[in-house]
């Protein structure tokens, strides 16, 4: 029988989901397989970086709340953007627990094709309310034009009269 440790070492090694666990300074210190595919990064690349290293500027902020929640709740969940090798950027859900006074893990989950997703369909929606908008806005204008002309007949008829 194998030895528990490998069998858990296997499991994060062949995870689906990136594993980066830091040590005290936040920098890397082992990442699986999966992280390195989600960002683009060897791992001996992502072994010389740190948290702030893989966060667009506009995220560091929260990221640096979600470091401090992390340390004081021993847990968090964040929902954040990273920087991939490429440059391009990304999305994904961070859930870190902290393994010791030194050590952190994180599990994190790309969800840039469904964010790329809701960003489309909340265009789509705030398209379709602006059209909605102009539509209705267009049949009130329609209402107020045939009142306007049915006043106008009455007006002519008691003319005739």
Not at 15 to 21: D, L, N, S, Y
Not at 64 to 79: A, H, I, M, T, Y
Not at 82 to 107: P, R
Not at 125 to 150: P, Y
């Amino acid at each position: 029988m194998p030895a528990p440790h490998n069998d858990t070492q296997k499991y994060i090694d062949n995870a689906p989901v990136g594993f980066f666990i830091t040590n005290e300074k936040e920098q890397y210190i082992k990442v699986n397989q999966a992280a390195c595919q989600i960002t683009g990064f060897s791992e001996q690349e992502l072994l010389a970086m740190s948290v702030k290293d893989m966060v667009p500027k506009e995220f560091l902020e929260i990221t640096l709340q979600s470091l401090q929640e992390v340390d004081l709740k021993g847990k968090v969940r964040v929902e954040s953007k990273f920087l991939k090798k490429d440059g391009s950027q990304g999305w994904w859900i961070v859930n870190a627990v902290k393994l010791s006074e030194k050590e952190t893990i994180a599990y994190t989950t790309d969800i840039t094709k469904t964010k790329q997703v809701e960003i489309q369909l909340k265009q789509k929606v705030e398209e379709m309310e602006r059209s909605n908008k102009l539509m209705i806005g267009r049949e009130l204008q329609m209402v107020e034009l045939k009142k306007e002309i049915n006043n106008l007949k009455q007006q002519l008829a008691q003319k005739k009269e």
